[in-house]
């Protein structure tokens, strides 16, 4: 039996410390060197109060329980539903901020939720080691890049598990692994198989400085080096491209599988995308110092026409005319007579004769095209420059009397209707390898090379004879090589290394030369979550069967700034898998939650744009201004950043509210998908509100300590209150978990859950005693609050557990989050409905009515009208209106 009891003890030193006291006085050990109030998981008596000091015993005690528990919960069995939770895993900074608190806290609350439903679920973590920030972050402090990455992985792991978040750590990852990055090298060896990678000249930010290539987001608004401050150089070099624009078509028709992702988002992919009304083909080049498989991608939105094709046009910013290329001397001769002839020649893909290039600065190119084919038969433009310029051309396009078009002169696919041959011809080029994929004119392949060393270095040997021959799989990984003295600075980092790059080639055995480029990072994470299925495979990089069982992720969650970009990259390599038969989901991701930022308060003089630390702000007048001079100020709410000033350290909160005070704070109050302005007054509500909580089970235990509950002691009029609880009870779990399963809402949950608490505190003593309903109810707002703040929850269900007279019926061996969730009980049908009354949207009453009267206006006016309600409140007044609820609970009557 419980009661509530705490005994002072004299402690060493100057303070006191409240131990509690368990059977004869022996004081049970202690959670923490303050003054603590131990806890009944501890002692076995009940704590009345959520003080402070309770809070703290809670989680210490409970911190490494859950985790103990959720490394149990996290073995997989080959039957039963399975349920993946995803956030997008962090590059590893070396500190948490508020962001990374409010998705995996949004992440956590999901999966212990769905694990309450019965689902086995995924929620794995991991990191995005690579890239140019670890790179020059170590760079700055004379470090090497892997060290340096290490050495945060291992102290942000320590934050992210402080937050008591039920990640599986046997699945994580991290892309800087050679486990991890040997299979990204696998990954795109076939796609070099399947002629999606190559490698051209582009065009590229170049830092003379530093000598180094530089990100487009490393390049400030002035054209400068954000690290050394130079001018940046447009350069070409010879990059490494995928050849993204052949699934341009697949991932635009994908996203109207995509019925649970948000329309900002997939208007972001579908504007990215363009429209795909048209295809490359690619012409082989011919000609003096041209390479034998130079190949010329031109664009068309007629490619059933190809047969058609008398010349080719060329943009003068065209790369064949550009950086190392033989024709770059033609630039001048270009600005003399505008209409220039290369001595080159395309060989056409269908017919394999010689089609004239020329070179035009009089043409008119859209946006994004450097190339396109002249069809005289489709356009006059076209028309006119071959016979201006002597060039022979066919018609291939015959258009009947009925409107109708069709195909001549184009070998075997003349006579076919003109869709029909646009079908059948781009089938052709796509089986002869020459192009054909459906694509837009705004969209380019995809450039992964970075010549930069922290990155997954290319699987490619350079060989005089062979030219560029692929790494066999069995030599995988290429791992990156140790170097003593690291700075990054010079154009390819890994072009130092001579004992790595000097290697033999695979095919011939001869002499050869490791590719220096590593992959951009996006490559890295374009295929991560795959990997979580199976992290351990050793023979590739997952496992088919354990994939199909796995993907696709159920819930997805992220920034808003990866609409484009990330997942874009993500969803082709998945369309890849599953064009290679690895896996049967097309579309990695079902459901996508895209998370805002979080904003905080910052203050900028606004003379200067200096931004200023909050000590220094004077907030005691009408407008905050500068303390020491008094000057006003711009206040805005933006992203927290150290710069600004306006961050806040999530171990600072810890440590002053708690996990589960810090948990309930980021979730409520907003949508996931709004950002949040900070406001730190706002956690005394959840404060008051777990302390709520925390008082109803003290209340249970106390009234139920005594005696056993005895339904026949409730009056009639208490046997209404229950039947009213039980109904309001049943609505707002259900809310509840439509919020947590379907809107993924757990402010709106939180919501749900103080209503709850609110109905619960008013029941009254004679009710909570006796009611067996009131129990129920209880433990199941316990068990709902337990997803989102595993710790208070854990201990009041103890709490509940320990009472001697319980009627509810469940495996109490089991923690909270070890129960099921729980589910609307069935009410029994009554005859008649309690309807509220309001006169001009003001509530004057309640009534009881029949409940075929409750829908119907009519009735319910004369009832209103015949009540004492009606008497005190309408005598005299006409009634110009009556609104009905379409649930029949409430009547608005309108009065002048």
């Given at each position: 039996m419980l009661g509530f009891r705490a005994n002072f003890l004299p402690c060493l030193g100057s303070k006191a410390r409240l131990f509690p006291v368990v059977g004869g006085g022996k004081p049970a050990p202690c959670v923490s060197n303050t003054w603590v109030r131990c806890i009944y998981s501890v002692t076995g008596q009940w704590e009345k109060d959520y003080s402070k000091e309770t809070r703290i015993a809670v989680e210490k005690y409970w911190y490494g329980k859950l985790l103990k528990d959720s490394k149990q919960t996290q073995k997989f069995q080959s039957d039963g539903p399975k349920y993946y939770v995803l956030p997008m895993f962090p590059y590893p900074s070396g500190r948490l901020h508020m962001g990374h608190v409010r998705v995996y806290t949004i992440s956590d609350?999901?999966?212990?939720?769905?694990?309450?439903?019965?689902?086995?679920?995924?929620?794995?973590?991991?990191?995005?080691?690579?890239?140019?920030?670890?790179?020059?972050?170590?760079?700055?402090?004379?470090?090497?890049?892997?060290?340096?990455?290490?050495?945060?992985?291992?102290?942000?792991?320590?934050?992210?598990?402080?937050?008591?978040?039920?990640?599986?750590?046997?699945?994580?990852?991290?892309?800087?692994?050679?486990?991890?990055?040997?299979?990204?090298?696998?990954?795109?060896?076939?796609?070099?198989?399947?002629?999606?990678?190559?490698?051209?000249?582009?065009?590229?930010?170049?830092?003379?400085?530093?000598?180094?290539?530089?990100?487009?987001?490393?390049?400030?608004?002035?054209?400068?080096?954000?690290?050394?401050?130079?001018?940046?150089?447009?350069?070409?070099?010879?990059?490494?491209?995928?050849?993204?624009?052949?699934?341009?078509?697949?991932?635009?028709?994908?996203?109207?599988?995509?019925?649970?992702?948000?329309?900002?988002?997939?208007?972001?992919?579908?504007?990215?995308?363009?429209?795909?009304?048209?295809?490359?083909?690619?012409?082989?080049?011919?000609?003096?110092?041209?390479?034998?498989?130079?190949?010329?991608?031109?664009?068309?939105t007629s490619p059933e026409a190809v047969y058609g094709v008398s010349h080719i046009l060329l943009s003068p910013d065209h790369h064949l005319l550009k950086g190392t290329q033989a024709f770059s001397q033609w630039n001048e001769e270009i600005t003399k007579h505008r209409v220039v002839r290369l001595p080159l020649s395309a060989v056409h893909p269908f017919t394999n004769k010689p089609v004239p290039v020329y070179v035009s600065s009089e043409?008119?190119?859209?946006?994004?095209?450097?190339?396109?084919?002249?069809?005289?038969?489709?356009?006059?433009?076209?028309?006119?420059?071959?016979?201006?310029?002597?060039?022979?051309?066919?018609?291939?396009?015959?258009?009947?009397?009925?409107?109708?078009?069709?195909?001549?002169?184009?070998?075997?696919?003349?006579?076919?209707?003109?869709?029909?041959?646009?079908?059948?011809?781009?089938?052709?080029?796509?089986?002869?390898?020459?192009?054909?994929?459906?694509?837009?004119?705004?969209?380019?392949?995809?450039?992964?090379s970075r010549q930069r060393f922290w990155g997954t270095p290319i699987p490619i040997v350079h060989c005089p004879t062979c030219k560029e021959v692929p790494v066999p799989f069995d030599n995988l990984p290429i791992e990156l090589p140790k170097v003593a003295n690291f700075n990054g600075k010079g154009g390819r980092p890994l072009a130092d290394a001579s004992e790595w790059v000097d290697t033999t080639c695979p095919k011939c055995g001869g002499p050869g030369m490791r590719e220096t480029d590593t992959m951009d990072t996006f490559v890295d994470s374009a295929w991560y979550f795959l990997r979580f299925c199976d992290t351990h495979n050793t023979e590739a990089p997952w496992g088919i069967e354990i994939a199909d069982k796995l993907m696709p992720v159920d819930l997805y969650i992220g920034g808003k700034e990866h609409a484009v970009m990330h997942l874009y990259y993500a969803r082709f390599l998945s369309h890849f898998a599953y064009q290679q038969g690895l896996v049967s989901h097309k579309e990695p991701f079902k459901r996508l939650l895209v998370q805002g930022i979080v904003k905080g308060p910052s203050y900028r003089v606004e003379s200067t744009g200096k931004y200023l630390t909050p000590q220094e702000v004077d907030l005691s007048g009408p407008e905050p201004v500068e303390m020491e001079t008094g000057e006003k100020l711009i206040v805005e709410f933006e992203k927290m950043s150290k710069s600004k000033h306006n961050g806040v350290d999530p171990?600072?909160?810890?440590?002053?509210?708690?996990?589960?005070?810090?948990?309930?704070?980021?979730?409520?109050?907003?949508?996931?998908?709004?950002?949040?302005?900070?406001?730190?007054?706002?956690?005394?509500?959840?404060?008051?509100?777990?302390?709520?909580?925390?008082?109803?089970?003290?209340?249970?235990?106390?009234?139920?300590?005594?005696?056993?509950?005895?339904?026949?002691?409730?009056?009639?009029?208490?046997?209404?209150?229950?039947?009213?609880?039980?109904?309001?009870?049943?609505?707002?779990?259900?809310?509840?978990?439509?919020?947590?399963?379907?809107?993924?809402?757990?402010?709106?949950?939180?919501?749900?859950?103080?209503?709850?608490?609110?109905?619960?505190?008013?029941?009254?003593?004679?009710?909570?005693?006796?009611?067996?309903?009131?129990?129920?109810?209880?433990?199941?707002?316990?068990?709902?609050?337990?997803?989102?703040?595993?710790?208070?929850?854990?201990?009041?269900?103890?709490?509940?557990?320990?009472?001697?007279?319980?009627?509810?019926?469940?495996?109490?061996?089991?923690?909270?989050?070890?129960?099921?969730?729980?589910?609307?009980?069935?009410?029994?049908?009554?005859?008649?409905?309690?309807?509220?009354?309001?006169?001009?949207?003001?509530?004057?009453?309640?009534?009881?009515?029949?409940?075929?009267?409750?829908?119907?206006?009519?009735?319910?006016?004369?009832?209103?009208?015949?009540?004492?309600?009606?008497?005190?409140?309408?005598?005299?007044?006409?009634i110009k209106r009556v609104v009905l609820s379409p649930k029949g609970n409430l009547v608005n009557i309108l009065v002048d």
């Open positions: 609350t999901v999966a212990r939720f769905q694990r309450m439903n019965g689902y086995q679920v995924l929620h794995p973590m991991g990191w995005d080691a690579f890239g140019l920030p670890a790179e020059n972050a170590a760079i700055e402090r004379g470090l090497h890049p892997d060290a340096w990455t290490k050495s945060n992985i291992e102290h942000m792991r320590k934050q992210i598990e402080s937050l008591s978040l039920s990640f599986d750590w046997e699945r994580e990852i991290s892309t800087c692994d050679p486990n991890y990055y040997r299979w990204t090298q696998h990954l795109f060896l076939k796609m070099y198989e399947s002629g999606l990678c190559y490698r051209k000249e582009a065009l590229v930010n170049w830092d003379p400085v530093d000598k180094t290539v530089l990100a487009n987001e490393q390049v400030d608004e002035n054209g400068r080096s954000w690290r050394s401050g130079a001018k940046v150089e447009k350069k070409y070099l010879k990059q490494w491209f995928v050849r993204i624009t052949h699934f341009s078509n697949s991932l635009l028709k994908g996203l109207e599988e995509l019925t649970q992702w948000g329309n900002y988002v997939k208007g972001m992919q579908s504007w990215w995308l363009g429209e795909c009304n048209g295809c490359y083909y690619d012409f082989k080049l011919e000609g003096e110092d041209i390479s034998s498989d130079s190949l010329l991608p031109v664009f068309t043409a008119e190119f859209e946006d994004h095209i450097d190339a396109k084919m002249g069809i005289p038969c489709l356009n006059e433009v076209d028309k006119t420059f071959a016979e201006k310029h002597g060039l022979d051309f066919e018609l291939v396009i015959k258009h009947s009397n009925d409107a109708s078009a069709q195909v001549v002169n184009s070998a075997e696919f003349s006579n076919l209707d003109r869709q029909e041959a646009r079908e059948e011809i781009t089938r052709t080029a796509r089986e002869k390898g020459c192009g054909g994929h459906w694509t837009s004119a705004n969209l380019h392949d995809w450039p992964i171990q600072e909160l810890l440590d002053q509210y708690g996990i589960d005070t810090v948990r309930l704070f980021i979730l409520q109050g907003v949508p996931p998908e709004i950002d949040i302005h900070w406001n730190i007054q706002a956690i005394n509500g959840v404060l008051r509100w777990q302390g709520r909580v925390w008082g109803l089970v003290s209340r249970f235990v106390e009234l139920r300590g005594t005696s056993p509950p005895n339904p026949e002691a409730l009056s009639s009029s208490d046997g209404k209150k229950e039947s009213q609880l039980v109904t309001k009870s049943n609505a707002f779990i259900t809310d509840i978990t439509r919020h947590l399963h379907e809107d993924f809402s757990p402010n709106a949950a939180i919501i749900g859950l103080m209503g709850l608490t609110s109905i619960l505190r008013k029941v009254p003593d004679t009710v909570a005693r006796h009611s067996t309903e009131f129990e129920r109810i209880l433990c199941s707002l316990v068990l709902m609050l337990a997803p989102l703040a595993p710790h208070i929850s854990s201990e009041m269900w103890q709490g509940i557990k320990s009472v001697q007279h319980k009627t509810v019926s469940c495996d109490w061996n089991k923690g909270a989050l070890q129960q099921p969730w729980p589910v609307p009980t069935k009410e029994e049908e009554t005859n008649t409905v309690t309807v509220k009354v309001l006169i001009n949207n003001r509530k004057v009453g309640t009534i009881e009515v029949d409940r075929a009267e409750a829908t119907d206006a009519k009735a319910l006016e004369r009832l209103v009208q015949e009540s004492s309600i009606g008497q005190k409140n309408l005598s005299y007044l006409q």
